[in-house]
């Protein structure tokens, strides 16, 4: 469904971020044209953008420009917001995104400083269970894991029910780290500066709080896509990091 342009009429019911560098409080303006954390090429938008996918802001933080936190704001637009697919003839970038944007300024109503933590697999678990390192891992060759592994983002956690290995239904669980956490070295300062999956692993169990159960997987083409880059890190017999 397109979502064309919204009225600010329409906006009762949704709720939308905004990521970024920029340390901001509640109030505060995010004007098109005068964005922080964007580089001179871009300073001449006329747009700035904002999404209802926190996964989207999330990765809109990451990959700002600066040398600041990554932060995610929720905003409140105070005009008109349009589809940024409406405006662009480029193709999907591969990763969640930004997907709206507005002429006028966004206001910042509160950052967000509490995320939910998630795990997808295909076992199937209830809260109180523990999930713990020694399992077969979902990417390179399939050796047991030291780690077990959690991510921020909804979208990570897709990939890693849709990956897991085992023939039940992929699942997605909210998780409760047991023990310290750190960045996944296979997800992260790669391709994309930062974290932008939002990725880490831990050496202790994580605890089940509860299920997400509505979630959208990946496209049939997305999907595929993956399989055979997994599969072709089997072949060139490349291990995930787990020292």
Known sequence: MDIGIFGINDLWSQRFYHGTRADLKPGDLIEPGNLPDVGERDKMTICVYLTPNLDAAIWGAELAVGEGPS????????????????????????????????????????????????????????????IEPGYNSNYGKRTKAAYVYLTRTLDAATWGAELAVGEGPGRIY??????????????????????????????????????????????????????????????????????
Request: net charge negative.
């Open 71 to 130: 932060r995610v704001y929720i905003v409140e637009p105070i005009g008109q917001i349009e589809d940024v697919s409406d405006l662009t003839d480029q193709k999907s970038l591969g990763h969640p995104s930004m997907s709206c944007c507005s002429r006028e300024p966004l206001r910042v109503m509160g950052e967000v400083t509490e995320w939910p933590l998630y795990h997808g697999t295909r076992a199937d678990l209830k809260p109180g269970d523990l």
């Open 174 to 243: 909210i998780v409760e780290p047991t023990g310290p956490i750190e960045d996944d070295p296979d997800l992260t300062n790669k391709k994309f500066r930062g974290n932008p999956t939002k990725s880490f692993r831990s050496r202790e169990p994580l605890r089940v709080m509860g299920e997400v159960t509505k979630w959208q997987g990946h496209s049939p083409e997305a999907l595929k896509a993956m399989k055979d880059g997994v599969k072709r890190l089997e072949r060139l017999g490349v291990k995930p990091i787990d020292d």
